[in-house]
Every structure is written in C-alpha cells, then in structure tokens.
C-alpha cells in the first residue's frame, strides 16, 4: 500500500529527502520516474500507456507535499518502516486505502526503479 500525505501536513520538509525512492515533492512541483531512480526512456504500462522517463507529470497537490503513489514502495527493500511517516511531526503520512499493494508488489516496483 502506498502512503498518502493528508491535508494535516504543515510543508515542513522533512520527509521528502528521506525517501529512497524520490516519491515525495513540493506542492505544486511536477514529479517525473527518473527523479532519485535508475528509469530512463519510454516505459510502457501496456494498453498502448507510455510515458517518458523524464516526462514532468502533474503535481498531485498544490497545497501540501504528496507522494507520487507510483514511486512509493513503503519503503521495502530500503527500510524496515515508511521513513516519511516516521520523521513526520504531525502523523499525516498514512496508507493509502486507494493504492493497495501486496509486498510482493511493492519489491517488485523497487526492483523496477532500481537496477540491481
Ligand atoms: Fe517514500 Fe517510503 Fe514514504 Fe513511500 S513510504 S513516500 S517510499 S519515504
Ligand atoms: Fe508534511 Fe509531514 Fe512531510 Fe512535514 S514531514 S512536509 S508535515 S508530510
């Protein structure tokens, strides 16, 4: 499951540079694959969904930093806990009910990202 930052964050800035995978951003910051991860080129979803590596992809929020749910792993394969939620001050690093994973698929995602 991915995490999700709520309306309760207060743009302090301490969880994005803890994230291993470079999910988090600024409000209002386009996020792209490549940031912090080993993608490059088109990548291909199937179904004819190819986005660029490199490609800027709409903030999620303008307001409060957000996680690009596509990039957040939970952390697996890095930490043995959400490095976000643990640093958070105010606890608004949540699950996401809306981005469940198993964690079969979230090692999967991290080895997707991060060549060997
Ligand atoms: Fe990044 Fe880990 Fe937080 Fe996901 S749980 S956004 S991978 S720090
Ligand atoms: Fe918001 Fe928490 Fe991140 Fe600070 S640590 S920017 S309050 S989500």
Redesign the pocket.
Request: aromatic residues 4%; glycine residues 4%.
């Given at each position: 499951m991915a995490i999700i930052?709520t309306d309760?964050?207060?743009?302090?800035?301490?969880?994005?540079p803890e994230c291993p995978n470079t999910a988090?951003y600024e409000p209002g910051v386009p996020w792209k694959f490549s940031d912090g991860t080993d993608l490059s080129g088109d990548l291909d979803f199937g179904e004819g969904q190819v986005i660029g590596a490199d490609d800027e992809m709409e903030p999620i929020s303008d307001e409060?930093?957000y996680i690009a749910p596509y990039k957040c792993t939970e952390c697996i394969g890095f930490h043995e806990e959400p490095q976000?939620a643990a640093?958070?001050?105010?606890?608004?690093?949540v699950p996401d009910p809306d981005n469940e994973e198993t964690e079969e698929e979230l090692t999967a995602k991290k080895d997707w990202m991060h060549a060997e």
């Open positions: 930052i309760e964050c207060i743009n302090c800035g301490a969880c994005e988090i409060v930093y976000c640093v958070c001050p105010v606890d608004c690093c």
